[in-house]
């Protein structure tokens, strides 16, 4: 006696995208091991990760004819992970100076026109703020503010 399976399209439509489902999800759990196990021989080798920012300048002219001018870091947010070695590199490309702290770090600098500012420090998890003491609110053409983001 022989029995046959007989597949509705429906049921072929089904199993492929379970099959699809399945093999996304393992690519997906190989791709995070694999990020896990760089973050692990970044952090234990003593690489140093170098994160870029540049100093920027934003112009528009208002309907009223005043010229509206502000200074910012960009990007705004720059991003490394706990117990990494941090090498910070902040180019002055607009404004003649940027005198700046970055709030829980303890460190304090000067970014001029058409120089690099590179500032190091080992990451540890939170945000950081980078303010700019030059432009540190509307009336001096700021917040010039950015962040350091370590998870």
Not at 100 to 111: A, C, K, N, Q, Y
Request: proline letters at 1%.
């Amino acid at each position: 006696m022989s029995r046959f399976w007989v597949v509705s399209r429906k049921q072929w439509h089904i199993g492929l995208a379970v099959l699809a489902f399945i093999m996304v999800s393992i690519a997906f759990i190989k791709y995070s091991q694999l990020q896990m196990s760089e973050h692990a021989a970044s952090t234990t080798t003593g690489e140093t990760r170098v994160l870029h920012m540049i100093t920027g300048e934003f112009k528009t002219t208002l309907d009223n004819g005043k010229e509206l001018e502000t200074y910012l870091f960009h990007p705004g947010t720059v991003y490394a992970h706990d117990g990494e070695k941090v090498e910070l590199r902040i180019k002055g490309v607009n404004g003649k100076q940027h005198d700046f702290v970055i709030e829980g770090l303890d460190i304090r600098g000067t970014i001029k026109k058409n120089e690099e500012t590179v500032v190091t420090f080992q990451a540890k998890e939170g945000i950081y703020r980078i303010v700019c003491l030059t432009h540190a609110d509307a009336a001096h053409e700021g917040p010039m503010v950015g962040y350091i983001v370590v998870d």
